[in-house]
């Protein structure tokens, strides 16, 4: 017969894609606004008391499930459980990006007015350029916060893509939604003199690693 059968909606879960800038909160040891999202993504959220925020990337199955809200047009939309996985755009003489995806379950919209909200918590970013940013590093160590040794080289920036792997389980005792992997990678473009482009092939083809910030 000529038709098409109906749909049996079973499950569902939501995909939810946005960019942030990447802005510090503006008090040295406050986490920013987009803290939160990190975590979601993660991240182990570490706070030093005046000083700094450090963010690691720490085992996926500690990631703590966010909630959310949006409107559109009248309508609140609501998810929990979400988990995301996030790009990190570093472009010299751009603005910093965060480019973060989200899974998450779906509840119930409700038609409701456009609330008010408050931004203040969003600082004006940096752009990414010479005077306000550190130098691409190669073979440096992170202690206490701070960046010291390795080699610097002139660069077009950074982007990190963490990469982590999304899936969403369905069981009869309940659903998840979970980051079951990460493959991070990163690209730059540097300036290179003759030798360190000799040097760079001979540590390619000899899989030489080395820290990179």
């Known amino acids: 017969y000529f038709g098409v059968s109906e749909q049996l909606p079973a499950t569902s879960y ?3 894609k946005f960019k942030t800038e990447i802005v510090g909160s503006g008090v040295a040891g406050t986490p920013p606004p987009i803290g939160k999202l990190l975590i979601g993504c993660g991240m182990v959220e570490t706070i030093f008391a005046g000083n700094r925020v450090e963010y690691t990337p720490g085992a996926p199955q500690i990631s703590a499930g966010l909630s959310f809200r949006f409107n559109n047009d009248g309508v609140r939309y609501g998810t929990k459980g979400g988990r995301g996985k996030v790009k990190l755009d570093l472009t010299a003489y751009k603005r910093p990006i965060a480019d973060f995806e989200f899974w998450s379950f779906d509840k119930k919209e409700t038609a409701i007015a456009m609330p008010t909200v408050d931004y203040t918590a969003f600082k004006l970013p940096e ?4 005077a306000k940013s550190a130098d691409v590093r190669l073979g440096s160590t992170l202690a206490a916060g701070v960046l010291s040794g390795g080699t610097a080289y002139k660069s077009k920036g950074i982007t990190i893509d963490i990469a982590n792997q999304l899936e969403h389980y369905t069981n009869l005792g309940g659903e998840d939604i979970g ?4 493959q991070t990678t990163g690209d730059i473009i540097v300036a290179l003199s003759e030798a360190q482009e000799v040097q760079w092939y001979s540590d ?4 030489t690693t ?3 910030s």
Not at 204 to 207: D, G, K, P, Q
């Open 204 to 207: 390619i083809r000899a899989v």
């Open 127 to 130: 752009v990414v350029t010479d």
């Open 14 to 16: 939501v995909k939810m």
């Open 179 to 182: 980051i079951r992997g990460r």
């Open 210 to 212: 080395t820290s990179m």
